[in-house]
């Protein structure tokens, strides 16, 4: 089983900063993707970021230049700096991860977060 908590969440006045992270725990063998996806109330849960383990990021149009997603491997971990936060990114953020369990059979998984809720104030 594979867990996954999330922390930085809070409250941050637009044009503010704030930074995301996400520990991955448990029977792991291998890694293949991280990412954070987000939402809002009423809306969809989105994708906001993705690194894979080569470090290919990939981007939601409307982050862009303001977030950065990073990994470090050996701790099992991703990060999320959102600079430049606006009011539309108010949302619960969640991390996830897919990967290879290190338990037999060796399965894969994808695994969700709890969620960090992300508000910014106008």
Known sequence: ????????????QAGGSLR??????????SINAMGWYRQAPGKQRELVAAI???????YADSVKG?????????????????????????????CNAQGVVASMPMNLFDSWGQGTQVTVSS
Request: hydrophobic fraction near 35%; glycine fraction near 10%; aromatic fraction near 10%.
């Open 20 to 29: 995301l992270s996400c520990a991955a725990s448990g029977s792991i063998f």
């Open 66 to 94: 303001r977030f950065t997603i990073s990994r470090d491997y050996a701790k099992k971990m991703v990060y999320l700096q959102m600079n430049s936060l606006k009011p539309e990114d108010t949302a619960a953020y969640y």
């Open 1 to 12: 089983q594979v867990q996954l908590k999330e922390s930085g969440g809070g409250l941050v």
């Open 52 to 58: 894979t383990t080569g470090g290919r990021t990939n």
